[in-house]
């Protein structure tokens, strides 16, 4: 299983020093993809943006005269042991130590957002996504060793990446350019590539969406990405300690969320009813009144993914409240890329190669990368935002 756990770091080294320009670029796609000092130990640890005090309070619940906005469920305030239970075989080193944390009372969308709420945003200001644009060669390679080579032109083409089902079993799970695609006129509105259009999927998650994809939506719509801690937080659903926004019963997984039933990355069953994604609120909703907080697709939070934040801030002195992540990114297996912490897994998920669908969960992304299988909810804060 270790080898399983840590299949997407080592595809990064194997895709690095293995493969032709072509792979690169598929690799390069996936990974383009204040700080409030209350005590001497925080000061030691610059990396980490958070709130540390001793003498605290937390907004609990709601305040009547606030109006739960359209769409979205309050998520009343409290604590909660953040990262991997201890009893989770099937936890990453990223998820460790688990640390308590402290959290405000927030609003936070009950599904993800959608094709239809995506593009009304896209109709009023004319936006146009990372994937629909120009791809600036010199603005990339910045991100990129020295000597990198540049793509063919034909390959610098406006796109995103989509999954294709390997015809037979895959013997080798670190080499994912055996089902990742580069796939030039790939986006939002197009998922699968020209000839795909959103035609009976208006309820399904908007996906193809780079972060600044997301946080312009986020200011249109009077909102913001949630934190990681605050995205952990809503998905657990006031249960504790444990790993699934149900409980700890990996049974009925095919029954409470959208993830890859079956051998990944060549045989689905689709015993959970779908092969893709799924319309969102398809499974049922947690404690909170939350959708799809596992499985169906990837969501974006605005902290920056550091390899040694966990460790950090479980050292740190004094009671974490609304912690916002790492100060910088930094990512041991990929030094270049300034990466995101993305949560939730998606309808790729399986036991096999990521197990991405339990709340502890984390995956970095660069703040330009759009795939498939990722999108993002927004919140709001009472008085805020």
Not at 89 to 116: Q, R
Request: proline share 5%; charged share 25%; glycine share 8%.
């Amino acid at each position: 299983m270790r080898s399983r756990r840590n299949s997407f770091n080592q595809a990064k080294t194997f895709l690095w020093r293995k493969v032709p320009t072509f792979f690169f670029w598929l690799w390069l796609s996936l990974t383009l993809t204040q700080c409030i000092e209350k005590n001497k130990k925080s000061e030691r640890n610059p990396d980490i943006s958070q709130s540390v005090e001793n003498d605290f309070d937390v907004l609990i619940e709601k305040p009547k005269d606030n109006k739960t906005p359209e769409g979205m469920v309050w998520i009343p305030g409290g604590s909660f042991t953040m990262g991997a239970v201890a009893f989770d075989s099937l936890a990453m080193s990223h998820e460790k130590p688990n640390h308590t944390v402290w959290i405000d009372g927030f609003f936070m969308d009950s599904t993800e957002v959608t094709n239809a709420q995506f593009g009304k945003f896209v109709q009023e200001t004319g936006y146009v996504t990372v994937a629909e644009r120009e791809i600036d060669w010199e603005n990339m390679k910045d991100q990129l060793p020295a000597d990198t080579p540049k793509p063919p032109d034909s390959i610098l083409q406006p796109g995103s990446l989509i999954f294709g089902k390997p015809q037979q079993a895959v013997q080798n799970l670190s080499d994912y350019t055996q089902w990742w695609q580069w796939k030039i006129g790939a986006n939002w509105k197009h998922p699968l590539g020209p000839g795909s259009d959103l035609t009976g999927k208006e309820s399904h998650p908007v996906v193809h969406i780079a972060y600044e994809d997301a946080v312009a939506y986020c200011k249109w719509s009077g909102t913001r990405l949630p934190t990681e801690a605050e995205w952990e937080y809503a998905a657990r659903g006031g249960t504790k300690d444990s790993r699934f926004p149900w409980g700890n019963e990996k049974k009925d997984l095919s029954r409470l969320a959208n993830t890859w039933t079956g051998t990944f990355p060549s045989e689905n069953d689709a015993k959970d009813g779908y092969l893709n994604k799924a319309p969102v609120a398809s499974y049922p909703a947690n404690n909170y009144g939350l959708y799809d907080m596992v499985g169906n697709v990837w969501e974006w939070t605005q902290d920056w993914y550091n390899t040694s934040y966990y460790k950090k801030i479980a050292a740190t002195e004094g009671k974490i409240i609304n912690p916002k992540g790492a100060n910088k990114a930094y990512n041991a297996y990929n030094s270049y890329a300034e990466e995101k912490v993305i949560k939730g897994g998606s309808f790729l998920c399986n036991e096999n190669y990521c197990a991405s669908y339990r709340v502890s969960a984390r995956m970095a992304n660069t703040s330009d990368s759009a795939q498939e299988h990722l999108g993002f909810r927004t919140v709001k804060s009472i008085g805020k935002d």
